[in-house]
T-cell receptor
Framework: DTGVSQNPRHKITKRGQNVTFRCDPISEHNRLYWYRQTLGQGPEFLTYFQNEAQLEKSRLLSDRFSAERPKGSFSTLEIQRTEQGDSAMYLCASSHVGFEQYFGPGTRLTVT | KQEVTQIPAALSVPEGENLVLNCSFTDSAIYNLQWFRQDPGKGLTSLLL?????REQTSGRLNASLDKSSGRSTLYIAASQPGDSATYLC????????FGAGTTVTVRA
């Protein structure tokens, strides 16, 4: 198993554009999480899935954000009408229920 | 809402010295406490996970303790090396992780 992977690793976009990120979890993990990290801060929880069900969304996840995990495998995080405040590192993690979370390398988003 | 605090924010030590990193959390109803390492511009590497029923966990030169009732965890790194320079993050796990801002460690050769 190669661990959690995320694509793209870097994304530069203009304000107002839509972007989509992909996360491929460790294959046998049934939980998948999205976090966002800004410079000098720890990651903040955005949302998580158990299999294909999205069980919780943070208040940080405005209506412009949507996440999916079709068939309980990979997940996508889409941001519509990006704003400069969306610039951050977006991190994905996966785990078995109640066990250690393993993180991917992240997608760094820059909104110009 | 879980609040996690890490003290100190930064630490610089000479090679060979032992490191002590502190983490406190406000809500003791957690499943686990997890420690991570993050290198600049990179993702998080899991170092240790302490289950709520455990008092400590060890891996090589790393030892982490957990006092759930007082809302505290400490990460000890023995005989520090320049390669230990990184930011260390603790996270309280109540099915989602709540992170502190991290302690940035510099080990001087």
């Amino acid at each position: 198993d190669t661990g959690v992977s995320q694509n793209p690793r870097h994304k530069i976009t203009k304000r107002g554009q839509n972007v989509t990120f992909r996360c491929d979890p460790i294959s046998e993990h049934n939980r998948l999480y999205w976090y966002r990290q800004t410079l000098g801060q720890g990651p903040e929880f955005l949302t998580y899935f158990q299999n294909e069900a999205q069980l919780e969304k943070s208040r940080l996840l405005s209506d412009r954000f949507s996440a999916e995990r079709p068939k309980g495998s990979f997940s996508t995080l889409e941001i519509q009408r990006t704003e400069q405040g969306d610039s951050a590192m977006y991190l994905c993690a996966s785990s078995h229920v109640g066990f250690e979370q393993y993180f991917g390398p992240g997608t760094r988003l820059t909104v110009t | 809402k879980q609040e996690v605090t890490q003290i100190p924010a930064a630490l610089s030590v000479p090679e060979g010295e032992n490191l002590v990193l502190n983490c406190s959390f406000t809500d003791s109803a957690i499943y686990n406490l997890q420690w991570f390492r993050q290198d600049p511009g990179k993702g998080l590497t899991s170092l240790l996970l302490i289950q709520s029923s455990q008092r400590e966990q060890t891996s090589g030169r790393l030892n982490a303790s957990l006092d759930k009732s007082s809302g505290r965890s400490t990460l000890y790194i023995a005989a520090s090396q320049p390669g230990d320079s990184a930011t260390y993050l603790c996270a309280a796990d109540d099915y989602k992780l709540s992170f502190g801002a991290g302690t940035t460690v510099t080990v001087r050769a």
